[in-house]
């Protein structure tokens, strides 16, 4: 059974700074991978989607690679600012067709301090 | 404006009661989708829909049900069978083909009263 873990849970850093999300899971043999955020109360926004033949995303200030081998995605927000709060999901999913299931992590809730 | 739009946002039920939370979409979505999220987690898969007038378990069907009668919608109903239903629920849909971005409708809050 695919697991998908997030750490940090929680993190808090100074407006300005880079910093990085991580994402693991455990089995390698995915589909693709998204990061969505998601603010208080609200849905979920996806951020970027990487194929499992790729190795890296970028829109704007947010960079996304992919280590399928490894099982590991990373989330790099350059220069953050305090929009950039909310909470940040990864998820994987397993197969091609659109039953295949999307595999959730619980998510690193961000705060930037201005 | 092309989305998803869910309701009730909030909704109380009283024991033994069933709830129905809507969903539709006008992005000509084939699939659609019912998460299931408590705090500080993930989502869960409920139910999912590829086609009109079918539909799939996920992986915590239990107490749920839905019916796919139109492309648009894809409505939920949370029955007295679900012994835990104080959730936030989101509907999601997206194009069939598994490369293409899901996308989320702002969600809806059940509490059992």
């Known amino acids: 059974k695919q697991e998908v873990t997030q750490i940090p849970a929680a993190l808090s850093v100074p407006e300005g700074e880079n910093l990085v999300l991580n994402c693991s899971f455990t089995?390698?043999?995915?589909?693709?991978l998204q990061w969505f955020r998601q603010d208080p109360g609200k849905g979920l926004t996806s951020l970027l989607l990487?194929?499992?033949?790729?190795r890296e995303q970028t829109s704007g200030r947010l960079n996304a690679s992919l280590d399928k081998s490894s099982g590991r995605s990373t989330l790099y927000i350059a220069a953050s600012q305090p929009g950039d709060s909310a909470t940040y999901l990864c998820a994987v999913k397993a197969g091609e067709t659109s039953g295949s299931r999307l595999t959730f992590g619980e998510g690193t809730q961000l705060t930037v301090n201005p | 404006d092309g989305g998803i739009t869910q309701s009730p946002k909030y909704l109380f039920r009283k024991e033994g009661q069933n709830v129905t939370l809507s969903c539709e979409q006008n992005?000509?979505?084939?699939?659609m989708y019912w998460y299931r999220q408590d705090p500080g987690q993930g989502l869960r898969l409920i139910y999912y829909?590829?086609?009109?007038?079918?539909?799939q378990k996920g992986d915590i069907a239990e107490g749920y049900s839905v019916s796919r009668e139109k492309k648009e919608s894809f409505p939920l109903t949370v029955t007295s069978a679900q012994k835990n239903p104080t959730a936030f629920y989101l509907c999601a849909s997206s194009m069939v083909a598994a490369g293409n971005t899901i996308y989320f409708g702002e969600g809806s809050w059940l509490t059992v009263v």
């Open positions: 992005l000509n979505h084939d699939a």
């Open positions: 089995d390698s043999a995915i589909y693709n």
């Open positions: 990487i194929q499992s033949s790729q």
């Open positions: 829909s590829q086609i009109v007038n079918d539909f």
